[in-house]
Antibody, heavy 125, light 110 residues
Framework: QVQLQESGPGLVKPSETLSLTCTVSGGSISSYYWSWIRQPPGKGLEWIGYIYYSGSTNYNPSLKSRVTISVDTSKNQFSLKLSSVTAADTAVYYC???????????????????WGKGTTVTVSS | QSALTQPPSVSGSPGQSVTISCTGTSSDVGSYNRVSWYQQPPGTAPKLMIYEVSNRPSGVPDRFSGSKSGNTASLTISGLQAEDEADYYCSSYTSSSTYVFGTGTKVTVL
């Protein structure tokens, strides 16, 4: 059974770069899309971006200028970098498996079926 | 991209049915059948309840059902149970190859 685990600093200073890693266990990172999602305290979910195992990415237009998502298939990990953070970036950050391709159907499925437990990141000096 | 619109809250007594709407645009909900629903009890990670508008993953009770008409998707919980009390979010894949979430709905079991 595939499991995801987020890791990284819980406290980041304003203007610095937030860096998180998601480790995939119990299955391969290959052949899937992988997303980062965040949830500010008391608020709703916000999709940050995804990466395909091959390395192609797409980001939320509102965050695109500050976000980089990368993948390391040898370690079965993918990572998030969010630059120039402010207090508004304080949130629980989740990683999730978010899509796959079925060759015999010629169809891509897009939904988040496996989630990490989330990690809290606070932006404060 | 703007968040999909959901009612802030819905409530019902045990055994009743409740329906949560999720309104988007022709660029997201109306574009594809790639609408999914997530359940999030307090302090926990979201859990997939419905994918591709109306499909249930293994292990999700058949009390949960989904549908779509035009730019609006809906999640119905039939035979409401105390354990169904949680926040629910819809999500859609978009014509820009991105995801967008709904604003979230709190379900209260009276």
């Amino acid at each position: 059974q595939v499991q995801l685990q987020e890791s990284g600093p819980g406290l980041v200073k304003p203007s610095e770069t937030l860096s998180l890693t998601c480790t995939v266990s119990g299955g391969s990172i290959s052949s899937y899309y992988w997303s980062w999602i965040r949830q500010p305290p008391g608020k709703g979910l916000e999709w940050i971006g995804y990466i395909y195992y091959s390395g192609s990415t797409n980001y939320n237009p509102s965050l695109k200028s500050r976000v980089t998502i990368s993948v390391d298939t040898s370690k079965n990990q993918f990572s998030l970098k969010l630059s120039s953070v402010t207090a508004a970036d304080t949130a629980v950050y989740y990683c999730a498996r978010s899509g796959y391709f079925i060759p015999r159907e010629g169809y891509y499925y897009y939904y988040m079926d496996v989630w990490g437990k989330g990690t809290t990141v606070t932006v404060s000096s | 991209q703007s968040a999909l619109t959901q009612p802030p809250s819905v409530s019902g007594s045990p055994g009743q049915s409740v329906t949560i709407s999720c309104t988007g645009t022709s660029s997201d909900v109306g574009s594809y059948n790639r609408v999914s629903w997530y359940q999030q009890p307090p302090g926990t990670a979201p859990k997939l309840m419905i994918y591709e508008v109306s499909n249930r993953p293994s292990g999700v009770p058949d009390r949960f059902s989904g549908s779509k008409s035009g730019n609006t998707a809906s999640l119905t919980i039939s035979g409401l149970q105390a354990e169904d009390e949680a926040d629910y979010y819809c999500s859609s894949y978009t014509s820009s190859s991105t995801y967008v979430f709904g604003t979230g709905t709190k379900v209260t079991v009276l």
